[in-house]
């Protein structure tokens, strides 16, 4: 994903403006160390060796400023999009 492109301005649900929110299960790191040993004895222990699965190895998504989206707004897009997927993240619990 390329952001800062025209395509990733706007929110695809209600057309608000977007901005970058660090990811909330890597912490901004875009993943994480997981040799698979409990006790871990790596030389680099701060290697990266899983990508995050919500930022895909980013560190960071595009999220929109006027969460939370309404019941409306978000049976108007599903109409729109002729679809039940939701694209993008889901935000942090």
Do not use: F, N
């Amino acid at each position: 994903m390329s952001y800062g492109d025209d395509d990733y301005d706007y929110c695809p649900i209600c057309g608000s403006a977007l901005e970058l929110e660090s990811c909330w299960q890597c912490h901004g790191e875009g993943g994480w160390h997981d040799c698979g040993e409990d006790c871990c004895c790596c030389l680099v222990k701060d290697e990266i060796t899983v990508d995050c699965d919500v930022c895909d190895g980013d560190g960071y998504y595009l999220q929109c400023m006027a969460l939370p989206h309404t019941d409306a707004q978000m049976a108007a897009y599903r109409e729109r999009a002729g679809t039940d997927v939701v694209p993008g993240p889901e935000p942090a619990p």
